[in-house]
């Protein structure tokens, strides 16, 4: 995630991906603005993709940061939590 003065590119002026994902490359939750200026933003899961409204950077970092432990909580905590 960083900060991007090509704002023709990335409209919200940043450009972030925040990925929980496993050591064999399996994606469980990707937010992303890979190609905003396109498509905009979205969050990736193994059911599918979805487009998002951004809300800013601190308050997409909570909602991803929720929906990880809504994730860990489902799975009944396994495997444990490094954060």
């Given at each position: 995630?960083?900060?991007?003065?090509?704002?023709?590119?990335?409209?919200?002026g940043w450009?972030?991906?925040l990925?929980?994902?496993t050591?064999q490359?399996?994606?469980?939750?990707r937010?992303?603005?890979?190609?905003e200026?396109?498509k905009?933003?979205?969050?990736?899961t193994?059911?599918?993709d979805?487009?998002l409204?951004?809300?800013?950077?601190?308050?997409?970092?909570v909602?991803?940061?929720?929906?990880?432990?809504?994730?860990?909580?489902?799975t009944?905590?396994?495997?444990?939590?490094p954060?």
């Open positions: 995630m960083r900060r991007t003065t090509d704002t023709n590119t990335y409209l919200s450009k972030y991906t990925l929980l994902g050591l490359d399996l994606t469980l939750i937010y992303d603005n890979a190609h200026d396109t905009g933003h979205e969050l990736h193994a059911a599918g979805t487009d409204e951004f809300p800013g950077m601190e308050e997409l970092l909602e991803f940061w929720v929906t990880a432990g809504e994730y860990w909580d489902t009944g905590g396994n495997p444990p939590r954060y």
